[in-house]
Nanobody, 116 residues
């Protein structure tokens, strides 16, 4: 059984930073050729893409987070990370990691709250 477990969320003041982590457990055939992504969902809004990273390391970011967030992956640790800097209240949401290829997996989500 494959599980994705996020960590690193919490409450932070505007301008602060957080680093989210997501680790995969279980047998995942071909994880090294799968893509990772971070998505978020704010109250009353649809889930949106935040950042993605391909198996080859190519990244893509939502316009709203470009220059502030950085996605990275560690294939050996079967993990993906999201470094979030210069956080603003509009970044408040539940953040989900996603791993996909021939199959698709989602984490359970971690809350990020940006507030003074």
């Amino acid at each position: 059984q494959v599980q994705l477990v996020e960590s690193g969320g919490g409450l932070v003041q505007p301008g602060g930073s957080l680093r989210l982590s997501c680790a995969a457990s279980g047998s995942i055939f071909g994880i090294y050729v799968m893509d990772w992504g971070w998505y978020r969902q704010a109250p009353g809004k649809q889930r949106e893409m935040v950042a993605t990273i391909t198996s080859g390391g190519s990244t893509n970011y939502a316009e709203s987070v470009k220059g502030r967030f950085t996605i990275s992956r560690d294939n050996g640790k079967k993990s993906v990370y999201l470094q979030m800097n210069s956080l603003i209240p509009e970044d408040t949401a539940v953040y989900y990691c996603k791993l996909w290829g021939t199959s698709e997996y989602w984490g359970q989500g971690t809350q990020v709250t940006v507030s003074s």
